[in-house]
């Protein structure tokens, strides 16, 4: 690329980021565009800009896998579809699954999980050829609590782990470790640096539950590229679509085996909420003062780098 063409790249990205923190945010995005109520007769309705489909991966042996692609951003552009992938953990995979995935022309997996859950959950099943890349994100030790909190038997200590509020405190507290722990920082920042390397083929990346670190990297992500505050924070809020059938699963399967009383204790910590994701922006404007000083002073991203996502993923 030409000196010139680099600085306009760079000037492209800073006006992007700059309006990101400066215009109203857009209308949020849903799984599947909102229909339009029928208008009463003799008026017509009104136009309503319809937000893209989430385009999901159906798989047997995962429910939250999705194409980070297809956003608008604030300055006309669309994130572009095939590039990078957003899921759930991939131990569970079926063959068939397999084979679907292979259909993505993936050359990266990124694991954010901690030792403990890949041990306990499984390791990835991939296509041949491809390998999970270990990029563990703190969980705050809460994997191991949820263990020993069902491993127990005991509503009593049930509630006293998970109830009064202490589960949705200790989510504020996993996503506000996003911005304020250097190691965690450091992960997302190289599952970026990747993203932006022209070299780098189609990327997916993941945790447990492909919601709460999976569901911060897709956010910083989406904001970098310039798409509406709200469009990725709906993306964000997205996973409780995906997720919601098979976590009333595991609820009820809980209860109908007695480990749980009440396993509705686990929603706080199945769900995504406005109020986890505000707890991690408001860490990051304590500790950054913009999401633009969190980009370049927290998680270290140059104006070249900022520059070379922008003209990779945005079309």
Same mark, same amino acid.
């Given at each position: 690329m030409s000196r010139a063409r680099t600085r306009l790249a760079t000037a492209a990205a800073v006006a992007s980021l700059a309006l990101v923190a400066a215009l109203p945010a857009a209308a949020?995005?849903?799984?599947?565009?909102?229909?339009?109520?029928?208008? !009463?007769? &003799?008026?017509? +309705?009104?136009? $309503? =800009?319809?937000?893209?489909?989430?385009?999901?991966?159906? *798989?047997?042996? #995962?429910?939250?896998?999705?194409?980070?692609?297809?956003?608008?951003?604030?300055?006309?552009?669309?994130?572009?579809?095939?590039?990078?992938?957003?899921?759930?953990?991939?131990?569970?995979?079926?063959?068939?699954?397999?084979?679907?995935?292979?259909?993505?022309?993936?050359?990266?997996?990124?694991?954010?999980?901690?030792?403990?859950?890949?041990?306990?959950?499984?390791?990835?099943?991939? !296509?041949? &050829?491809?390998? +999970?890349?270990? $990029? =563990?994100?703190?969980?705050?030790?809460?994997?191991?609590? *949820?263990?020993? #909190?069902?491993?127990?038997?005991?509503?009593?200590?049930?509630?006293?782990?998970?109830?009064?509020?202490?589960?949705?405190?200790?989510?504020?507290?996993?996503?506000?470790?996003?911005?304020?722990s250097p190691e965690n920082r450091a992960q997302f920042a190289a599952t970026l640096r990747e993203i932006a390397d022209g070299r780098q083929g189609p990327l997916l990346y993941h945790c447990t539950s492909g919601k709460d670190r999976t569901g911060w990297m897709s956010y910083v992500l989406l904001r970098a590229l310039g798409v509406p505050e709200q469009s990725a924070g709906a993306d964000y809020l997205a996973s409780n679509t995906f997720r919601g059938a098979y976590d009333a699963q595991v609820r009820a399967g809980l209860k109908q085996s007695g480990r749980m009383q009440n396993p509705d204790l686990l929603i706080p910590l199945q769900e995504v909420r406005q109020d986890y994701l505000d707890a991690a922006t408001a860490r990051m404007e304590a500790d950054y003062g913009s999401f633009y000083g969190y980009l370049t002073k927290g998680l270290g991203l140059d104006l070249g780098t900022l520059a070379r996502l922008q003209s990779k993923m945005v079309r």
């Open positions: 949020p995005a849903v799984a599947a565009a909102p229909a339009v109520a029928a208008a !009463p007769a &003799g008026r017509s +309705a009104p136009h $309503r =800009p319809q937000a893209p489909a989430i385009r999901q991966i159906p *798989l047997q042996g #995962a429910v939250n896998v999705r194409d980070v692609g297809g956003y608008r951003t604030y300055t006309g552009g669309q994130v572009r579809q095939g590039l990078v992938y957003r899921s759930d953990a991939l131990g569970k995979l079926t063959p068939a699954d397999i084979t679907t995935v292979a259909g993505l022309g993936l050359t990266k997996a990124v694991d954010f999980r901690i030792p403990l859950e890949v041990q306990y959950d499984g390791a990835d099943r991939l !296509p041949p &050829g491809l390998a +999970a890349t270990s $990029r =563990p994100v703190s969980d705050l030790g809460l994997y191991g609590t *949820l263990m020993t #909190a069902i491993g127990s038997g005991d509503p009593v200590q049930q509630e006293q782990m998970l109830g009064g509020g202490r589960a949705e405190s200790y989510m504020r507290d996993i996503y506000r470790t996003f911005v304020s």
